[in-house]
């Protein structure tokens, strides 16, 4: 298995309810770092 | 060689979590970063460098003792428990030693992984390596896209997510913190891409 991601069991939390919560965070934030490394790329050339 | 890849994981896992309470992720991620960059500067390397390379990594990572590591942390969580030291660290450490419980994993699968990709991060799924080029280690998108979760850990990202997470009032703050390990599976991850 290459990913995992934990979260916090002991408050009774689904994992469908962590999931939907966090992937499009993770996403967006994914997709930002993504964009900010190529401006800097871009910057250096 | 299945077991040492469980070993690898175990041990990779504590390496983070006990990093990750001391505050020392970044600079970890920095040398796991520095080690493929070394990779993608020696295509021209002879294969006795490329393996001589391969037995330094993983010397990396099997000359951690995980019961070592277990102690130690368990040592740092009883002077900070002593000493009333740190709210993030209380979070980490209760559940890492207290209540293992608390630590529950969201994929058991990297099918399941790429299934919530799927459901609630569509466009992150346009991301995804080819399975060849996993394997084979041949391709610039799969490098990328695992550059890409290197780049989302290192600061300053980890810290806006965090700061996001805590916005989400059904997450609470211990998952805010747990949600930041996101690991890929690094141990196994580079011997892929190192062999």
Redesign the interface.
């Known amino acids: 298995m290459l990913f995992n991601l934990w979260f916090d069991g002991g408050k009774g939390m689904k994992k469908k309810d962590f999931l939907e919560a966090a992937m499009p965070l993770i996403e967006t934030f994914l997709f930002k770092a993504i964009a900010d490394q190529r401006g800097l790329q871009e910057l250096a050339l | 060689m299945h077991h040492k890849v469980h070993f690898y994981?175990e041990v990779v896992e504590n390496i983070i979590v006990h990093l990750l309470a001391e505050g020392e992720l970044n600079s970890f991620l920095k040398d796991l970063i520095y080690l493929l960059a070394l990779k993608s500067n020696s295509a021209a390397a002879n294969m006795k460098k490329k393996r001589k390379h391969l037995e330094a990594l993983q010397s990396l990572l099997v000359t951690f003792d995980d019961p070592w590591l277990e102690s130690r942390i368990r040592s740092i969580y009883r002077h900070n428990v002593e000493a009333g030291d740190g709210i993030e660290k209380e979070f980490l450490f209760e559940?890492y030693v207290e209540?293992r419980?608390?630590?529950?994993?969201?994929?058991?699968?990297?099918y399941e992984?790429w299934e919530?990709?799927g459901?609630?991060?569509p466009?992150?799924g346009t991301?995804k390596p080819r399975e060849t080029a996993?394997e084979n280690n041949k391709s610039l998108d799969s490098r990328a896209f695992f550059s890409?979760?290197f780049?989302?850990l290192s600061s300053p990202?980890s810290h806006?997510?965090n700061k996001?997470?805590d916005a989400?009032s059904?997450?609470?703050p211990?998952?805010a913190k747990?949600?930041t390990?996101?690991?890929?599976?690094m141990s196994?991850?580079f011997i892929r891409l190192m062999s």
Do not use: E
């Not at chain 2, 419980?101 to 990297?110: E, M, P």
């Not at chain 2, 390990?181 to 599976?185: F, L, S, T, W």
């Open positions: 994981d559940a209540s419980k608390r630590f529950v994993s969201a994929f058991k699968s990297d992984f919530a990709v459901d609630y991060a466009r992150l991301l996993v890409m979760f780049t989302l990202y806006y997510l996001n997470l989400v059904s997450l609470g211990l998952s747990l949600v390990v996101y690991v890929m599976k196994r991850g």
